[in-house]
């Protein structure tokens, strides 16, 4: 169906109603006795299948039916998954003892995480003349902010490790807490003027997971709140990137405005999934990307060292903006199966969801039941990747994988710095020499 002003509506209901249904299941059973809602299954499942039902309202004619071959791959990812997290569950965990006191550790990593990524900023603006969201050209404004100098970007994701920790710091709570409040808030609404808005999602999930793990399970409204303060915050940044495109007239229909302002969440979310069944469709038919074998996974390695570009071509694989197998050049960003989908088939993708499911989970249960602040930052941050993953294989991005890698090493230099302090404060007394 067509709505005034070449606005479309043709939902597949089956999908829509029965997604519905599963997403409502699992936020009433987060609710429930000991739940949580912010585990590896449930962001997951929240993400793939709740962003089906979207995909299928339809909203769009890009957004057409699956094939067959679609639907098996997607499914048997999907329940690979699942059957991982189950049995990730089996493991017996023991329960640690409640953690120190802050000892003002993680306040000293925020900050020190979000001076490059302030830096970056004033750097960018000195660039580009503003921020991104309000240059003549918001896309190409955006490229020459990040791009315009080769540290610019790296200091830019740094807003991942302050998130993480700053995420900590407000869940902790404490003295004069609320000067981090407005340092965590500066850095998102940073994030979102430089136009990059899913590492602002990655803030938000920091600290609902961080506030969840240290301080019991969020009530739904709070959660709901938080959701609709970034939607506000994501379609302000879609209307402003639009630039000199969007021009408002008296004679424009209701419903045209009302999809300027829905299309951006809902194209973000369903292209990913459309792009998905035209890359398994064509390759079906003989027609689609040859099998890269292990290229697409490791692909954020090879562009960290400079050389993934230039392999890729040589070898006539796709670049990661995947301009062979998008359905449309400008949405190209896919489901998390895809890169698998490239390098094994459907093998692949069940062996590597199934194995993604236990790590995550044990991962995850592991820093709750433990009560490790460092596996605790570690967990926030991985599981951030089953929330993304209707999106992207975040283990290929290199810069995700980088701050990791930098994420690990802080932990263990940091809980080697509090085991060292505990060591020293507990050193018992020689009497003798006092006597002496």
Known sequence: ?????????????????????????????????NGRLFTPLRMFLLANVGGLGISFLGLDKRMTPWSTDTWIVWLLGVGAYAIGTFLAHLFGIPQGDPPDEDDGLDRRMFVLSAMPFFLS???????????????????????LFIFHSFWAGWALSFSMLAFVFGARVIALGGRKVWIYHVLFWSVIVGQ????????????????????EMLRGRIPILKIALGFVLFMAMFV???????????????????????????????????????????????????????????????????????????????????????????????????????????????????????AWGIVATLLHRVAVLSRKPGLQLLSTYI??????????????????????????????????????????????VDDHRLNT
């Not at 900023?121 to 490229?143: Q, W, Y």
């Not at 979102?192 to 961080?210: K, N, P, T």
């Not at 960003?333 to 969801?353: C, E, H, N, Q, R």
């Not at 290199?398 to 020293?424: E, K, N, P, Q, W």
């Open 236 to 354: 302000a940044v879609a209307v402003l990137r639009l630039g000199d495109m969007l021009q408002f007239t008296k004679n424009v229909p209701a419903s045209t405005i009302a999809w300027v302002l829905a299309s951006p969440p809902y194209v973000y979310i369903a292209n990913c999934f459309w792009n998905l069944d035209n890359g398994i469709r064509d390759i079906a038919m003989g027609i689609g990307h040859k099998a890269t074998w292990g290229f697409s996974v490791t692909s954020g390695f090879w562009d960290v060292i400079g050389v993934g570009e230039p392999i890729g071509k040589s070898l006539g694989f796709e670049s990661v903006f995947h301009e062979r197998s998008a359905k449309d050049k400008g949405l190209n960003t896919f489901s998390y199966m895809w890169p698998l989908y490239k390098d094994g088939g459907i093998i692949f993708v069940a062996l590597f969801s199934f």
């Open 121 to 143: 900023l004033i750097a960018g603006v000195n660039a580009v003349g503003t921020f991104p969201v309000f240059a003549e050209e918001p896309e190409e404004a955006r490229k």
């Open 1 to 33: 169906m067509e709505l005034s002003g070449g606005v479309t509506f043709a939902p597949n209901w089956f999908v829509v109603v029965l997604s519905t249904l599963l997403c409502l299941g699992i936020l009433v059973g987060s609710q429930r006795g």
């Open 192 to 211: 979102m003027l430089s136009g990059i808005r899913g590492v602002a999602l990655f803030g938000f999930f920091c600290l609902a997971s961080q506030w």
């Open 383 to 428: 599981s951030f990747a089953s929330l993304f993953s209707f999106f992207a294989l975040y283990f290929v991005v290199g810069t995700y994988m980088v701050f990791f890698a930098t994420l690990v090493l802080l932990v263990v230099l940091m809980g080697r710095a509090r085991r060292s302090r505990r060591i020293g404060s507990t050193v018992p």
